[in-house]
C-alpha cells in the first residue's frame, strides 16, 4: 500500500516537471521567431556582410537575397503556426 502513495507522489513530481518543461518550450517557441525576425538585416546585402564579419567568409549578393527570404518566411510561418495552434487550443479548452 506505502508503494502506491510514493508511486503518486513520483508521478505527480513528473506532472509538474512536464507542465514546466511545456511551458517553457511553448514561450521559446514564441520568443525565437520572433527574435531572429526582429534582428534579420532589413537587406540582403547586410546579411552578406554579417555572415562575412562573423564566420570569416563571404557569399554572393544572389545567396544572402535567397537566405534572408528563406530566414523571413520560416520565421513568419513559424509563428503563423505557433498562433493557430494557440488559438484552436483555446477554442477547444473553451
Do not use: Q
Not at 520568443?31 to 547586410?46: F, H, Q, T
Not at 544572389?62 to 488559438?87: E, N, P, Q, R
Amino acid at each position: 500500500m506505502r508503494n502506491e502513495c510514493c508511486r503518486s507522489r513520483a508521478l505527480k513530481s513528473e506532472d509538474s516537471d512536464s507542465k514546466w518543461t511545456s511551458v517553457v518550450r511553448r514561450a521559446l517557441s514564441w520568443i525565437v521567431p520572433s527574435v531572429v525576425l526582429a534582428a534579420l538585416p532589413k537587406c540582403p546585402l547586410c546579411l552578406a556582410a554579417y555572415v562575412a564579419l562573423f564566420t570569416g567568409f563571404g557569399i554572393s549578393l544572389a545567396a544572402a537575397k535567397f537566405a534572408w527570404w528563406a530566414i523571413g518566411i520560416s520565421c513568419l510561418v513559424a509563428l503563423v503556426y505557433v498562433s493557430a495552434t494557440t488559438v484552436i487550443g483555446f477554442i477547444r479548452s473553451h
